[in-house]
């Protein structure tokens, strides 16, 4: 569309097409300060990603050098304990040790009621040999006695 149709001027050629480039220029211009300003702001949040993340790392990596200590100063007891774990290990595996939980079961339920009487006699025995100790006897005369 020519913009001086409607003025009587004659039609230059080419002339609309031009002022339809320098329109669509001036507008991409006007938007370029905005542009800037949001590419800007994304380079600013970029940076401060990768500063976290640099921070990130270097404490992952602080992280890592102190776990490293730790396994090398636990690796040489682990190791040691070795052989006394597969003793262990071969003493469980034995059918013997199935039997654990019905002999204590057993002692308790049995054992244990039979050495509670023993103990309540052993007292019962003890308070009676200690009345027979403090009793005189039918030979023995008191001092105060004629």
Same mark, same amino acid.
């Not at 039609?11 to 002022?19: A, C, N, Y």
């Given at each position: 569309?020519?913009?001086?149709?409607?003025?009587?001027?004659?039609?230059?050629?080419?002339?609309?097409?031009?002022?339809? *480039?320098? /329109? !669509?220029? @001036?507008? #991409? +211009?006007? &938007?370029? $300060?905005? !542009?800037?300003?949001?590419? @800007?702001?994304?380079?600013?949040?970029?940076? %401060?990603?990768? =500063? *976290?993340?640099?921070?990130?790392?270097?404490?992952?990596?602080?992280?890592?050098?102190?776990? %490293?200590?730790?396994?090398?100063?636990?690796?040489? $007891?682990?190791?040691?304990?070795?052989?006394?774990?597969?003793?262990?290990?071969?003493?469980?595996?034995?059918?013997?040790?199935? =039997?654990?939980?019905? =002999? +204590?079961?057993? *002692?308790?339920?049995?054992? +244990?009621?039979? *050495?509670?009487?023993?103990? &309540?006699? /052993? #007292?019962?025995?003890?308070?009676? =040999?200690?009345?027979?100790?403090?009793?005189?006897?039918?030979? %023995?005369?008191?001092?105060?006695? $004629?």
């Amino acid at each position: 569309m020519d913009p001086f149709r409607g003025l009587g001027m004659p039609r230059i050629p080419g002339l609309s097409e031009l002022l339809s *480039i320098l /329109q !669509t220029q @001036t507008e #991409a +211009l006007s &938007q370029l $300060p905005r !542009t800037l300003s949001d590419l @800007t702001g994304t380079v600013r949040e970029l940076t %401060e990603a990768t =500063t *976290i993340a640099r921070e990130t790392i270097a404490s992952a990596q602080r992280i890592a050098e102190r776990l %490293e200590v730790l396994v090398d100063e636990l690796e040489e $007891p682990v190791r040691a304990l070795r052989p006394g774990i597969e003793r262990v290990g071969k003493v469980l595996d034995d059918p013997a040790v199935d =039997t654990v939980p019905d =002999t +204590l079961r057993r *002692i308790n339920e049995d054992l +244990l009621p039979l *050495i509670h009487g023993l103990r &309540q006699a /052993q #007292a019962r025995v003890g308070s009676v =040999t200690g009345l027979l100790r403090r009793r005189p006897r039918d030979e %023995e005369v008191w001092p105060d006695e $004629p």
